[in-house]
């Protein structure tokens, strides 16, 4: 088809946006000398083609998505956007319009036709002219009587039929004469839950068998076609041809074709039945439609004088074209004929003409099809009256007209000619005319001259479509890669989350120890991740140690602030076991603030598993058509699964250098990290005077701090069971307390009830458990109790030892009385007066606090020496853990 020069002309531009218009909303239909035409706005413009000017200008209340044409009644539906379905006379519109401001307008065009600034006045319509009010509706068609609607609703489309009123008669349609449903559908959201604007509408094709009312083939729609009775009984059945029922060909946005046979919806409103046996799906194009039609591809006989089609076609919006046609089986019965091709896409719009053929545009040309078979008078392979098959490929030819958005056919083409009326995405209304007595558009035959181009072509295009099966294929392996690893990650979730209470399937236990690091001792932490479950952690999985610190745990007011150590778990399968070490402490100035909470957490990536398959994109799509993939990811781009929580206090940091296994004496003193070269000089000079530090004098001068705990010795021995047999409650207890710790073990075999540790920051902490005897408590005599004492030269860390030794009697007070026991029998006189006691030393505190803020140097350390003693004593309550 080379060569072509179609002859176009330019009528006339209408306004657009900035960007151009649109393809799917705008639409232009022709009768007569008359052009109907939106332009997807809310303004329909009638324009004379003989005259070349703009008769009349209607605004209607929103966006106009649809016209359609009844010429025997002149009248215009229109379809307007969530309001419903307009009905204009002709006739009254023409009437309405003045002839002398039509004599005025005369002069005004220019030359060139622009239109942009409207030369007329805008005629609101009225909303009594809204013949179907709707909110829903997104696609109409109009048979004879019978006004047919597609709405969609929340979940589902839905065919209605509505009687038509007549000529004269009141505009509005009668009651609904029938309904049913089709497929289910997603309507698009919007922000605000309102919906939005649909990107592709449905298309409407109403289908009439050889008997039916419209006359020759032409029903009184514009939007109608007539089948030839093989091809209509072969495609929607028996029962419609015997009923002479026109058929409703619907294609809707997510690519079915599907048929709706309107006899029966109508006797179905008096004997409802199963409403899936209306619908009947003929096929899936699998992208949006843009185009139903139906063609004549064959020749008639000279003495034929109706023109039935015998094909039906059905365009998508990235070139997958369908057609159907009558046809023999090897076996000689008549068949349908299915056969799919692959235009250049994205379609923007399409149409069809005389002759077999379909044009159709994108948006760099206008390109036609021709689907009739030449079928030479020799050729004796054909049966007698048998349909012809469909060609094995089709040729676009270009009519060099680029970016069109709406067609439509002309009636007005000479005999074996071609008119096309389009608009173009400018606004520019134009006609194509193809001259029969020229070169037409119509496929060539291969010759040898063009046979090398043909068979580049061809290759090419065979090149391409494996480059893109190739793509294609790649894709569709990752993205079941990632639905095999996210079916992985919801067993793993499902596990977990199922068992918190008993053993888990997968757990992570965390010990602490001390190591020497870079000529200083560090603190650790080590965490054991074992998988017991059936379910391996494979690509995605991650797990997440976060260190929160005492000086913020503890701080109320204060933002969170803590490290977080991210370790990927690679290929841990069922029974394997994985070890992470981290450093607790202490920092770069050298100080270990203790308590530090240390929580362990799975964390499957959704983003580094599904991301990858999501962003995968076909490289041959246009990326005109503005379609990405929707970002379903949540915003914390995965899923934590909590696994353990642990707390490290002063009891575990404890370090006992007396006690100390061999291989641990070489730990020493905790202290900042020193410069080596003055760690040499120092060991050079030899031994040095004892240091005078802060820290010296206050262990040296004054008495340590010190702070008691009472505890019932019945109730340690019932929380310690038989884990004190054979030693004395006293070095149970000290053990109990120690159990964390790595020195438990020797103070088990030794036996000791006092130990002598130091702390990180190298001051002495003390730990003494006694038996002792409370006599002023219970009126049936003393009670035996264990005292536990802790002493220290540092206040910090003997507040520090004091709340691990309280924590763990909270704990162990809580388990007994869970499991119902009971305690003795007291002095409720004796337990008020102490609590009378606490309370006016709790006002003395901050009576001493409020003086220390008002006192000058000389006396406040005399008030700062009786709030320690003060402290003292609140510290060494006279209150006892039953």
């Known amino acids: 088809m080379a060569g072509l020069a179609p002859r176009v002309e330019y009528l006339a531009g209408f306004c657009c946006p900035l960007g151009g218009l649109a393809a799917g909303k705008p639409r232009v239909l022709c009768h007569g000398a008359e052009v109907f035409l939106s332009t997807g706005s809310e303004l329909v413009y009638v324009y004379d083609r003989e005259g070349r000017l703009l008769i009349a200008v209607y605004k209607f209340p929103g ?3 649809h016209l359609e044409l009844l010429a025997l009644r002149r009248a215009l539906y229109v379809l307007c956007a969530r309001s419903g379905i307009y009905c204009l006379s002709l006739d009254q519109a023409s009437r309405s319009v003045s002839r002398d401001d039509k004599d005025d307008r005369d002069d005004q065009d220019s030359e060139d036709g622009q239109v942009d600034e409207l030369p007329v006045p805008v005629i609101p319509v009225h909303p009594d002219t809204c013949v179907l009010p709707s909110a829903t509706l997104h696609a109409f068609t109009v048979l004879d009587d019978v006004l047919i609607t597609l709405s969609q609703g929340p979940t589902q489309w839905k065919v209605q039929l509505f009687e038509c009123p007549c000529p004269g008669e009141d505009p509005r349609p009668g009651g609904e004469i029938g309904e049913v449903e089709l497929s289910t559908c997603t309507p698009p959201a919007g922000s605000l839950g309102e919906p939005t604007a649909p990107r592709f509408l449905p298309v409407l094709c109403c289908a009439s068998p050889p008997g039916s009312r419209a006359p020759h083939g032409h029903p009184w729609g514009s939007g109608g076609v007539t089948l030839e009775g093989t091809l209509f009984g072969l495609l929607f059945g028996s029962d419609a041809s015997l009923l002479e029922s026109p058929v409703i060909v619907c294609g809707l946005p997510d690519g079915q074709l599907c048929c709706v046979v309107l006899k029966t919806l109508v006797t179905s409103r008096s004997a409802p039945g199963d409403p899936k046996a209306l619908v009947k799906i003929l096929h899936h194009l699998e992208e949006p439609v843009i185009f139903i039609g139906a063609l004549r591809t064959e020749p008639l006989s000279e003495d034929v004088e109706d023109v039935y089609c015998d094909c039906l076609v059905a365009l998508g919006h990235h070139g997958r074209t369908l057609a159907i046609k009558a046809s023999w089986d090897e076996a000689g019965h008549l068949v349908p004929e299915l056969r799919e091709y692959s235009l250049p896409g994205p379609v923007l719009c399409a149409a069809h003409g005389r002759g077999g053929r379909v044009y159709h545009s994108t948006p760099s040309d206008l390109c036609v099809v021709d689907l009739a078979q030449e079928v030479s008078p020799w050729d004796l392979t054909q049966r007698d009256g048998a349909p012809g098959g469909l060609p094995s490929l089709l040729c676009p030819a270009s009519l060099s007209v ?45 010759t040898s001259a063009n046979a090398g181009q043909k068979i580049k072509e061809l290759l090419s295009g065979i090149g391409t479509v494996s480059e893109r099966v190739s793509s294609l294929k790649k894709a569709v392996d990752q993205r079941d890669k990632a639905l095999t690893c996210l079916n992985e990650a919801m067993n793993v979730s499902c596990a977990l989350l199922s068992s918190r209470e008993g053993p888990r399937p997968i757990s992570c236990t965390i010990s602490t120890s001390w190591s020497r690091l870079q000529l200083q001792d560090v603190l650790t932490a080590t965490c054991l991740l074992e998988n017991s479950s059936g379910f391996s952690l494979d690509r995605g999985w991650a797990l997440c140690v976060q260190v929160l610190r005492s000086s913020r745990a503890l701080d109320l007011d204060s933002a969170v602030s803590a490290i977080t150590y991210t370790i990927p778990v690679d290929q841990l399968g069922p029974g394997g076991q994985r070890e992470v070490t981290l450093p607790l402490g202490p920092g770069e100035d050298g100080a270990l603030d203790l308590p530090v909470t240390v929580s362990c957490a799975l964390f ?7 991301g990858g398959a999501l962003a995968l994109t076909d490289p041959f799509k246009d990326p005109s058509s503005n379609e990405c993939t929707p970002d379903v990811l949540p915003e914390q781009d995965g899923v934590c699964l909590p696994l353990s ?4 206090d002063m009891l575990q940091g404890l370090r006992f250098p007396g006690l100390a296994a061999p291989h641990t004496q070489a730990l020493g003193p905790l202290s900042p990290a020193r410069d080596p070269i003055h760690t040499f000089l120092e060991t050079c000079c030899g031994p040095v005077s004892q240091p005078a530090g802060p ?12 702070a008691t705990v009472k505890v019932s010795a019945e109730l340690l021995r019932a929380a310690l069971g038989d884990n004190h047999a054979g030693v004395s409650l006293c070095s149970a207890t000290l053990q109990w307390l120690l159990a964390e710790n790595a020195v438990a073990d020797i103070v088990r075999a030794q036996a000791l009830s006092s130990i002598q540790g130091v702390a990180p920051d190298g ?5 003494i458990v006694r038996e002792v005897a409370v006599t002023d408590l219970c009126p049936a005599g003393p009670i035996q109790a264990m005292e536990i004492q802790v002493e220290s030269s540092s206040l910090a860390n003997m507040c520090r030892a004091h709340h691990a030794i309280i924590g763990r009697l909270q704990r162990l007070v809580m388990e007994q009385a869970a499991r119902g026991s009971s305690p003795p029998d007291l002095r409720l006189q004796y337990l008020h007066q102490i609590q009378a006691n606490h309370e006016t030393l709790l006002r003395e505190v901050q009576t001493l606090r409020d003086r220390l803020c008002t006192e000058d140097e000389a006396s406040s350390c005399a008030t700062a020496q009786r709030l320690l003693q003060v402290y003292r004593q609140l510290r060494s309550p006279s209150l006892l853990l039953l």
């Open 63 to 65: 966006q106009v998505w």
């Open 402 to 446: 680029c970016s069109v958005v709406t067609l439509s056919v002309s009636s007005r083409a000479p005999e074996g000619g071609a008119e096309l009326l389009a608009l173009s995405a400018k606004g520019r209304l134009m006609t194509c005319s193809l001259d029969p007595h020229s070169e037409t558009p119509h496929p060539t035959r291969v």
């Open 604 to 610: 499957y990536s959704l983003r580094e598993v599904v």
């Open 645 to 648: 929580e642990h707390t490290v």
């Open 695 to 706: 820290a010296s004098l206050r262990a040296k001068y004054l008495p340590p701090s010190v």
């Open 763 to 767: 001051t002495d902490v003390h730990l």
